[in-house]
């Protein structure tokens, strides 16, 4: 009983195992004119990008992230000839959060524009504008601007006017000269006498220290993944019975019980070896970053998919997953046949091969789950776990030979976590198939469907555990232990926590799994927390009248980490009452598109630059107020403008953010 009650909490906890404030300048872009003939020029855009960025490339479409485009502020004596051209190196693929595909430039990055001149003096000035993200967070739309001047004759001169590059917004300092410019703009918006809100804030806001990022694929969270994927394989048909037959086999080949000890040590660590070697050999074999692509490939992740389901079969009953019994025998024969170390590293390698019908489908998983991370040590680091939790009882058994006449004998519980298995491993097997349908435009795994199938699925998990549903090799015992009804109640109990959703609820212990909120076609949810202000002076009037604190949100129509802080964090009860109550929530978009009534210059490091969008003025405001360019970005001020606590990233711990208003009403009050 004992034991089935441990399986309960393993198999519960496998199924639960789903920055810093600061400048960033990922990408620098250099713009250079060259002239083809006497009548004709382009204008090549060529930047470096770091790594883990990328650079998304022209014509994405709406809804979708920041598409590379070029703009033209004034031209004289040239003519533009087509568009705005990307250069080798795309990468193509669907993104599931946006739900589209999107094209995008890694490391490097080059845009050509070509200019004809139509003789005589010319004047071209504009700015290429394009967008960067990684996998936490989203740099406003960024310009590159040029101007280049010149004579258009046989022997054509060089342009008179050197590019002009944005300084790279890690060296943004306080400069109230350059803030003063866009005040200037929005001051007749204020009343006379009211602070000046634009004033930079950035050393005061460092005073109150850092939030740092939550990685949601730790090295801590990818070994203990490993573990109970280990402890799980452990306590099936293939590997159970197998234990006390090993450990009697060290004990008995010697007379002295230390050298079999010993010998089962290194029958264990030869298992962590091999598992180990696996994890390696998939990273060498096909590279970090190519694994990393593989997690939105859709032809991939229809792989994964048939896969999955497969190994779901096969837990079931429908058949049996072996490896060619020649080369387990073959293995076997060479161990005896030898002896000292390389028989024991023989022994354990025959268990790998004869375990495989139930190891392979936990493998399976576990590598394609961390293998998605783009990490070279994953693999590697989630087989190191999974080998420890196999081989550890081996040993133990092998010190302790007395706990042998207390381990559970086999019996029908392990054919049930095979079950088990079988339906979690079906489950996740509709996570990569969603993926290929977004790409594709099927419409097959809409959300409400695929929530549909998890009900489903669950549900009938829970009645095989209450012995409602018998699979082939079931015994016919009608009894179900303690731990079983548990396992049973939790099963049926998220079932129907996920019967909401098929209206529109956010179900947030599933958002990483589900298909976006926009896929849903009938959503009766509208419990959302909405900005009073998409203006910043406006807002800052409002907060000193009302006598309240304010929270800016830098957000932007293409971040998707402020989509999902917003689903995750913002609908919790506590967290909405006091955005909507205590705090006056002003918006500000990065990526905004509207233009300004005029354009705006100003002096960033020194350089002059043009604020041409609403969009520019909020990422500026951003930079030289709070010395940050990323998104999401939280932060509370008082009504002078000055900072209240440290600075908020993405985290979807509500716990924090909560912690975080709640700081910053006090620091309020004081």
């Given at each position: 009983?004992?034991?089935?009650?441990?399986?309960?909490?393993?198999?519960?906890?496998?199924?639960?195992?789903?920055?810093?404030?600061?400048?960033?300048?990922?990408?620098?872009?250099?713009?250079?004119?060259?002239?083809?003939?006497?009548?004709?020029?382009?204008?090549?855009?060529?930047?470096?990008?770091?790594?883990?960025?990328?650079?998304?490339?022209?014509?994405?479409?709406?809804?979708?992230?920041?598409?590379?485009?070029?703009?033209?502020?004034?031209?004289?004596?040239?003519?533009?000839?087509?568009?705005?051209?990307?250069?080798?190196?795309?990468?193509?693929?669907?993104?599931?959060?946006?739900?589209?595909?999107?094209?995008?430039?890694?490391?490097?990055?080059?845009?050509?524009?070509?200019?004809?001149?139509?003789?005589?003096?010319?004047?071209?000035?504009?700015?290429?504008?394009?967008?960067?993200?990684?996998?936490?967070?989203?740099?406003?739309?960024?310009?590159?601007?040029?101007?280049?001047?010149?004579?258009?004759?046989?022997?054509?001169?060089?342009?008179?006017?050197?590019?002009?590059?944005?300084?790279?917004?890690?060296?943004?300092?306080?400069?109230?000269?350059?803030?003063?410019?866009?005040?200037?703009?929005?001051?007749?918006?204020?009343?006379?006498?009211?602070?000046?809100?634009?004033?930079?804030?950035?050393?005061?806001?460092?005073?109150?220290?850092?939030?740092?990022?939550?990685?949601?694929?730790?090295?801590?969270?990818?070994?203990?993944?490993?573990?109970?994927?280990?402890?799980?394989?452990?306590?099936?048909?293939?590997?159970?019975?197998?234990?006390?037959?090993?450990?009697?086999?060290?004990?008995?080949?010697?007379?002295?019980?230390?050298?079999?000890?010993?010998?089962?040590?290194?029958?264990?660590?030869?298992?962590?070896?091999?598992?180990?070697?696996?994890?390696?050999?998939?990273?060498?074999?096909?590279?970090?970053?190519?694994?990393?692509?593989?997690?939105?490939?859709?032809?991939?992740?229809?792989?994964?998919?048939?896969?999955?389901?497969?190994?779901?079969?096969?837990?079931?009953?429908?058949?049996?997953?072996?490896?060619?019994?020649?080369?387990?025998?073959?293995?076997?024969?060479?161990?005896?046949?030898?002896?000292?170390?390389?028989?024991?590293?023989?022994m354990a390698f025959t268990l790998s091969l004869v375990s495989f019908s139930c190891t392979g489908p936990i493998i399976g998983f576990l590598l394609v789950e961390v293998s998605t991370t783009g990490s070279i040590i994953a693999p590697a680091l989630g087989m190191l776990g999974f080998a420890i939790a196999l081989a550890l009882p081996f040993t133990l058994f092998a010190m302790f030979p007395s706990w042998l006449k207390s381990m559970p004998k086999s019996g029908g519980w392990m054919n049930v976590i095979k079950v088990v298995l079988g339906f979690l491993e079906l489950a996740f097997a509709l996570k990569f198939l969603s993926v290929a349908d977004l790409a594709y435009g099927w419409r097959l795994l809409d959300r409400e469907t695929f929530l549909a199938l998890w009900i489903v699925i669950f549900g009938l998990l829970g009645f095989y555990l209450l012995g409602k549903i018998k699979f082939p090799h079931d015994d016919d015992s009608t009894k179900v232990g303690v731990g079983r009804f548990f396992l049973a109640l939790i099963s049926l109990a998220f079932a129907v926590y996920m019967v909401p959703g098929l209206w529109g609820a956010p179900l947030k212990a599933v958002s990483a799994f589900a298909p976006p909120m926009q896929t849903q076609d009938f959503n009766l949810y509208d419990d959302e927390v909405h900005a009073k202000f998409q203006d910043f002076d406006a807002g800052m009037e409002y907060a000193r009248q009302q006598g309240k604190p304010v929270m800016i949100d830098f957000t932007g129509y293409g971040c998707v980490n402020c989509r999902k802080m917003e689903l995750a964090v913002w609908t919790d009860p506590q967290v909405s009452k006091m955005l909507t109550d205590d705090y006056v929530l002003i918006t500000l978009y990065v990526d905004e598109k509207a233009k300004l009534p005029e354009p705006i210059k100003i002096m960033e490091n020194g350089k002059e630059r043009t604020l041409r969008t609403v969009g520019d003025k909020w990422s500026y405001l951003q930079r030289s107020k709070f010395g940050a360019n990323a998104q999401p970005f939280y932060v509370l001020i008082d009504n002078e403008g000055n900072p209240l606590n440290k600075s908020y990233s993405y985290d979807e711990d509500v716990a924090k953010y909560i912690d975080f208003l709640q700081t910053g009403l006090k620091n309020y009050k004081k």
């Open positions: 009983m004992k034991t089935r009650v441990i399986l309960c909490w393993l198999l519960m906890a496998l199924f639960c195992l789903p920055m810093f404030a600061q400048m960033q300048d990922p990408v620098q872009f250099k713009a250079e004119w060259k002239e083809i003939s006497a009548t004709e020029a382009e204008i090549v855009f060529t930047g470096t990008i770091d790594a883990g960025w990328h650079v998304y490339s022209t014509e994405l479409g709406d809804g979708g992230p920041t598409s590379a485009t070029f703009n033209i502020d004034e031209i004289k004596g040239a003519e533009l000839v087509g568009k705005l051209t990307p250069g080798a190196g795309e990468i193509d693929k669907m993104d599931p959060i946006f739900g589209m595909q999107v094209r995008y430039f890694e490391k490097s990055a080059k845009f050509t524009q070509k200019v004809k001149l139509t003789g005589g003096d010319y004047v071209i000035k504009g700015y290429l504008e394009y967008g960067a993200c990684n996998d936490e967070n989203c740099l406003p739309p960024t310009a590159v601007d040029f101007s280049y001047s010149g004579k258009a004759q046989a022997a054509a001169q060089a342009p008179s006017v050197q590019t002009e590059i944005p300084a790279p917004a890690s060296e943004v300092k306080e400069d109230t000269a350059s803030v003063a410019v866009v005040h200037t703009e929005s001051a007749s918006t204020q009343l006379d006498g009211t602070p000046d809100y634009w004033k930079p804030v950035i050393k005061e806001l460092s005073e109150f220290g850092e939030t740092q990022q939550q990685d949601t694929h730790s090295w801590v969270y990818i070994f203990f993944a490993g573990v109970v994927g280990g402890l799980l394989a452990l306590f099936t048909p293939c590997v159970w019975p197998i234990i006390p037959m090993t450990v009697s086999f060290f004990l008995k080949r010697t007379k002295d019980k230390k050298k079999g000890i010993r010998d089962a040590w290194t029958y264990g660590a030869s298992i962590v070896v091999i598992y180990v070697a696996l994890g390696l050999a998939i990273t060498l074999i096909f590279g970090a970053s190519a694994l990393n692509a593989l997690s939105t490939n859709a032809i991939f992740n229809i792989f994964f998919f048939l896969m999955l389901v497969v190994f779901a079969a096969s837990f079931f009953g429908a058949f049996e997953i072996t490896l060619p019994s020649k080369w387990s025998n073959a293995v076997d024969s060479k161990a005896e046949a030898t002896t000292g170390l390389l028989s024991i590293f023989l």
